[in-house]
């Protein structure tokens, strides 16, 4: 089955800087690749997805890009806020249910 | 949208006993789906419905572990003779499944305790 790791398990930065979380995945037949955020007590939220016919994707101050061939995900969040801290899920899913990653809990300092 | 809702939030039980969780998904979406989350882990699929059929159920869910969604809409999870280690968060998801890998709508789950 299909096997996702993420990291870091946690990431620490300034309010304004960028951060970047990192997934690999095992099954070359996935296809699709959603991001999701949770916050204490809450179940998790989608918050970007990327199929495999497409690179890169950005919305406002989220992106993630794609390598099929190395078969890695990454998400990119720019000038970071202290409401960005949450866990963070990355997952993959070649044709049933989403495999998920780890999380990294992201911590952005005021 | 209402979202998806899970009842009950919490629930505290004594090992050997029975629970039941409920979900009620975003009322237009076929697909429903059940994860387990434990503290400081991603979600592990356990089984998913598409309308009152359960297409596939994960070897993580013992014989222990049962899941109904009558008449394609509301779904319940039932663990009998609960252990300790089922204390974890139940979570519940549904899309609306009209293209493979439709978006994934979680609610906020139920937090098993067993003592």
């Known amino acids: 089955g299909e096997n996702v790791e993420q990291h870091p398990s946690t990431l620490s930065v300034q309010e304004g800087d960028s951060a970047v979380i990192k997934c690999t995945y095992s099954?070359?037949?996935?296809?699709?690749f959603p991001w999701y955020k949770q916050e204490l007590g809450k179940g998790p939220q989608l918050i970007i997805d990327?199929?495999?016919?497409?690179g890169e994707k950005k919305d406002q101050r989220i992106a993630v890009t794609l390598n099929k061939t190395a078969k890695h995900f990454s998400l990119h969040i720019t000038e970071t806020q202290p409401e960005d801290s949450a866990v963070y899920f990355c997952?993959?899913?070649?044709?049933?249910?989403?495999?998920f990653g780890s999380g990294t809990r992201l911590q952005v300092q005021p | 949208d209402t979202g998806v809702s899970q009842n009950p939030r919490h629930k505290i039980t004594k090992r050997g006993q029975n629970v039941t969780f409920r979900c009620d998904p975003i009322s237009e979406h076929n697909r429903l789906y059940w994860y387990r989350q434990t503290l400081g882990q991603g979600p592990e699929f356990l089984t998913y419905?598409?309308?009152?059929?359960?297409?596939?159920k994960s070897r993580l869910l013992s014989d222990r572990f049962s899941a109904e969604r009558p008449k394609g809409s509301f779904s319940t999870l039932e663990i009998q003779r609960t252990e300790q280690g089922d204390s974890a968060m139940y979570l519940c998801?549904?899309?609306?499944?009209?293209?493979?890998?439709?978006?994934?709508?979680f609610g906020n789950g139920t937090r098993l305790t067993v003592t």
């Open positions: 990327i199929r495999s016919n497409v």
């Open positions: 419905f598409q309308n009152e059929a359960q297409l596939e």
């Open positions: 997952a993959a899913s070649p044709m049933r249910a989403l495999t």
């Open positions: 099954d070359s037949a996935s296809n699709y």
């Open positions: 998801a549904s899309s609306l499944e009209y293209r493979r890998n439709s978006p994934l709508h």
